[in-house]
């Protein structure tokens, strides 16, 4: 009945998916944490609120899952050298 509301709430949740793929393609990682934070608790209020409909709440959990999965050890210290900086 109220799709444009529907759109609203998956164009807040794309949002802040968009700025993790960036975060995480840009190597930022606590800003990819942060952003995957945000997602998960953004996502739990609409789906509490009844505001996502079951192909949002599918698409959006499975996404959230996997990224959790590819965080997981996404830490600093992970992080390659390249070979640009051993030479400084």
Do not use: C, P, W
Request: proline fraction near 0%; charged fraction near 30%.
């Amino acid at each position: 009945m109220f799709s444009f509301l529907q759109k609203s709430t998956h164009a807040d949740l794309e949002k802040i998916l968009e700025r993790l793929r960036l975060n995480a393609s840009n190597n930022y990682r606590d800003a990819t944490k942060e952003d995957l934070a945000e997602l998960e608790a953004r996502f739990a209020e609409l789906k509490v609120a009844g505001k996502l409909n079951q192909k949002q709440l599918d698409h959006y959990s499975r996404t959230i899952t996997e990224y959790g999965i590819k965080l997981q050890n996404f830490s600093h210290k992970t992080q390659k050298v390249n070979r640009y900086s051993e030479k400084l």
